[in-house]
């Protein structure tokens, strides 16, 4: 028994107490439930409806349309993003944004983890920091947008995705990035660090040793959020990306323009970059969660 | 020495917020004093500014017939948004912490409804397309069956694609937040309270919408500001038909006309600020983030 990680016999109480208490001594299940269970399921059913939608009608061939009824299946409107003049510079537009989330999302997760940290104590100026945060995350983008081109113009600095855009954006993952840290720190106990430094840790190794390993699925959370708000970010980007386009403004531009299944290969393809992104980061917190959840008990 | 560790302490806490600052400082602040700086000077109309200080802008803009009825088309959108998605993503949430018995199944479901938000938002409007057009899905199903005649013309480049459209992106904004106030209630409360004989809608009206107060508004938040902030959904979704506030003034913008822009931009994000300065008057919402 004192082998036992005080958290799993916590985590089994609670789920032991909530079990409980949710099913009630009846057994069976209110009609509320089954009216809830159709909305939940009719809401997934329109969540990702019109997505598969659009991926299955991305694989039609050169005849295809935007509605169904599907028109054979091929690859050519995959083909036709990639090698027409028409749809723009899919490629570099892909590569551009790509190396922008990456970006993004280590300066995220660097600057929300420190946050996190300094919003554990009270400091001078506090509130001050946290309504600006709140702030920058519900400002209109595109008002900052214009914004940032002003003060380029004003102080003669030419907008470009790898510098204005890049500061854009991070002051819309930055918040996301702080609140989703505000979550997991709420859940940090401060003795853990403490009794570190007392046992002689140094503020590094402490750091390292102690806050970053328990923090670390808030950490990839935290990145999963910095990656794809970076790589989808579109209004505070349209101004401040300069002359070359990240993809949501390629795509942008295309629904304006493009009327062929080719839109729908972008979504399609772009989707599943996002898709592998979260894939990767759920996976990363569920093995990091379950190594955990196993550790102690393979000792 | 105790007030020494303290000072200390408060140091390695602004330099630990230092660089948060410094990112929030040159791309809110300054935009944002740009914007207002902006709408006090008058255009030459070629693009650039002559630097004196008018409130031209603000006449043009205030005395336009065209500012009030953008502003009721936002308005009425923003309404229709936060109505429909509060109302799905309530019980969406609900269902999820108090009727899903597993909690690894409610996890996954959960995760399940949060899936979309982290892809492409305008990848998930055009999605709509193929549903909602003339010969869309929907309409040929509703032709086919012999429950209408004609093809509806209303459901794809109207105000209803608009308000889909928004619904569909905007309510897990307010799932998320409902559904962390929620799993934070303590079920023991719920229990005492079936005890003492409440009924199941007692329960949600006395215990679970009171204890979810900071949840409904941090989605409100995130789904007014959203909505208002706004233009290309109704661009797309509306066919053309319908414009918004940020819409009218990215106009400006390409016709170069960045100080009445500007005017519009600075009235935007007071009303913006104003609501959801309202909506936070309703609870401390820093307290309940940190805690």
């Not at chain 1, 005080?6 to 089994?12: G, P």
Request: aromatic fraction near 12%; charged fraction near 10%.
């Amino acid at each position: 028994m004192t082998d036992q990680p005080l958290e799993n016999s916590v985590a089994r109480t609670v789920r032991v107490r909530r079990g409980r208490a949710l099913a009630p001594s009846t057994g069976g299940r209110p009609w509320t439930f089954y009216v809830l269970a159709a909305l939940f399921i009719l809401y997934v059913v329109a969540l990702y409806g019109p997505m598969v939608c659009i991926y299955i009608l991305s694989f039609q061939d050169v005849r295809g349309g935007l509605v169904f009824p599907m028109r054979g299946t091929s690859l050519h409107w995959f083909v036709d993003l990639f090698t027409q003049v028409r749809t723009g510079d899919v490629k570099g537009a892909f590569s551009r944004s790509i190396r922008l989330a990456v970006a993004v999302t280590v300066i995220t997760v660097v600057i929300s983890f420190m946050s996190g940290l300094a919003f554990r104590k009270r400091f001078a100026g506090d509130s001050v920091v946290f309504y600006l945060m709140i702030g920058s995350l519900v400002a209109p983008g595109l008002v900052l947008g214009i914004g940032v081109g002003l003060i380029c113009n004003v102080l003669g600095v030419e907008t470009s995705w790898y510098t204005t855009a890049l500061g854009a954006q991070l002051s819309w993952t930055l918040p996301f990035g702080v609140l989703v840290m505000f979550a997991v720190m709420s859940r940090f106990d401060n003795a853990w660090d403490e009794a570190a430094r007392d046992l002689g840790a140094s503020a590094w190794q402490t750091t390292r040793l102690v806050i970053v390993p328990v923090l670390a699925p808030g950490l990839v959370a935290v990145a999963l959020f910095g990656f794809t708000l970076s790589y989808d970010e579109f209004t505070r980007t349209l101004l401040t990306a300069g002359s070359l386009n990240t993809l949501p403004l390629e795509i942008w531009s295309m629904t304006l323009n493009v009327t062929s299944p080719s839109l729908y290969a972008l979504g399609t393809v772009t989707t599943l970059i996002s898709f592998l992104i979260i894939g990767i980061c759920l996976g990363t917190i569920a093995r990091i969660q379950k190594r955990r959840a196993g550790g102690p008990a393979a000792h | 020495m105790h007030s020494k560790v303290t000072t200390r302490r408060r140091q390695a806490g602004w330099l630990l917020i230092l660089p948060l600052v410094l990112i929030l400082v040159p791309f809110f602040i300054v935009p944002i004093i740009g914007v207002v700086a902006a709408s006090f000077v008058q255009s030459d109309g070629f693009g650039g500014i002559i630097p004196s200080f008018t409130f031209d802008n603000y006449r043009s803009v205030f005395t336009s017939a065209l500012t009030y009825q953008l502003y009721w088309a936002t308005f009425k959108f923003t309404v229709f948004a936060w109505f429909f998605s509060l109302m799905i993503g309530f019980w969406i949430a609900y269902f999820l912490v108090f009727h899903v018995r597993n909690p690894l199944l409610a996890l996954g479901l959960f995760l399940l409804c949060t899936v979309p938000f982290w892809t492409s938002n305008i990848i998930r409007m055009i999605s709509w397309i193929p549903l909602l057009g003339k010969e869309g899905l929907i309409n040929s199903a509703l032709v086919g069956t012999h429950v209408i005649g004609q093809p509806l013309d209303v459901l794809l480049f109207s105000s209803l694609a608009v308000v889909i459209a928004y619904v569909h992106q905007l309510t897990i904004f307010m799932i998320v937040p409902i559904f962390n106030s929620m799993a934070r209630i303590d079920k023991r409360t719920i229990e005492a309270a079936r005890d003492a004989g409440a009924s199941r809608f007692d329960i949600v009206r006395l215990i679970v919408l009171p204890l979810c107060k900071t949840g409904i508004a941090l989605g409100s938040i995130f789904v007014v500001s959203i909505v208002m902030g706004d233009f290309f959904v109704v661009k797309v979704m509306s066919g053309g038909g319908s414009a918004s506030v940020v819409g009218a003034f990215y106009e400006d913008i390409g016709v170069l006309q960045y100080p009445t822009a500007a005017a519009s931009a600075t009235l935007l994000t007071i009303i913006v600020s104003l609501l959801v300065v309202a909506i936070l008057r309703t609870v401390d919402i820093r307290k309940e983030l940190t805690r």
